[in-house]
Nanobody, 112 residues
Framework: QVQLVESGGGLVQPGGSLRLSCAAS?????MGWYRQAPGKRRELVAA???????NYADSVKGRFTISRDNAKNTVYLQMNSLKFEDTAVYYC?????????WGQGTQVTVSS
């Protein structure tokens, strides 16, 4: 079992920045972030493996950066140039080939 503790999120104006953090209770191969907006399906935002290979949704490329501190079992999501359409609940994800673990979610609201 893996526990995930998220922090960050909140309210920001368009063009602003936020940073999300997620600490896992132990080392795990893949960590990342998904998001779910009202009325929409949960979608991958970005993911990073233990060897620091990354994957991004096209909608966030060039604006969001995922990073990872393996010594702390922590993943970060730096979100810059935020847009209205980035508003969603962001969920930390950790997984292996067999198991998926989810954080409780943190709200990100982009509003003027």
């Amino acid at each position: 079992q893996v526990q995930l503790v998220e922090s960050g999120g909140g309210l920001v104006q368009p063009g602003g920045s936020l940073r999300l953090s997620c600490a896992a209770s132990r080392s795990i191969f893949s960590m990342g972030w998904y998001r779910q907006a009202p009325g929409k399906r949960r979608e991958l935002v970005a993911a990073i493996t233990r060897d620091l290979s990354t994957n991004y949704a096209d909608s966030v490329k060039g604006r969001f950066t995922i990073s990872r501190d393996n010594a702390k079992n922590t993943v970060y999501l730096q979100m810059n140039s935020l847009k209205f359409e980035d508003t969603a609940v962001y969920y930390c994800h950790a997984g292996t080939a067999q198991y998926d673990y989810w954080g409780q979610g943190t709200q990100v609201t982009v509003s003027s």
